[in-house]
């Protein structure tokens, strides 16, 4: 019975954390929303738009996986909520480095359904939430 109190003891924690990060996919929505000159959820949702869905769905998981590295290691609950800001903007960043440089029609191939514009920016804010969580690590 002890190992079961000793496994629910992190219940509370776990619970603040995931709440936190529930808090955060959703105002990382709506910024990603706001910086990007499409509205990813109109094209996914009233036009099937399958690039915007790979798109937008590799930035969600780029923003996952800088989560993960924040929660993994931060020392306490406000460290986490900083890591997780700073990891909003990561991805914004991302995103705009894209559209300025690289592709700077992306946002005119995503709203065209182009699924290869889609596809590279998923690569590009999954690669930026990898790089993101790897330089957490203090």
């Known amino acids: ?10 219940l509370s924690s776990f619970a603040l ?4 990060s529930i808090v ?5 929505k709506i910024v990603y929303a706001f910086v990007t000159p499409h509205d990813e959820w109109q094209l996914v949702r009233d036009e ?3 690039a915007a869905a790979i798109g937008f769905g590799g930035a969600m998981i780029g923003f996952a996986i800088a989560l993960a590295g924040a929660i993994s290691n931060s020392e306490f609950l406000l460290d986490y909520a900083i890591w997780a ?3 909003t903007f990561a991805q914004i960043l991302a995103f705009l480095i894209l559209r300025f440089t690289f592709m700077p029609k992306i946002a005119e191939r995503i709203a065209n359904n ?4 889609g596809i ?3 690569c590009v ?6 790089i993101n969580a790897a330089c957490m690590t203090y």
Request: hydrophobic share 70%; charged share 10%.
């Open 48 to 50: 099937q738009n399958i």
């Open 1 to 10: 019975m002890d190992a079961l109190y000793d496994s629910l003891a992190g």
């Open 85 to 87: 800001l700073i990891a």
């Open 125 to 130: 804010s999954i690669a930026i939430g990898l």
């Open 114 to 117: 182009e699924v290869s514009a």
């Open 120 to 122: 590279i920016l998923a």
């Open 17 to 20: 954390y995931f709440v936190i």
């Open 24 to 28: 955060a996919f959703f105002v990382f």
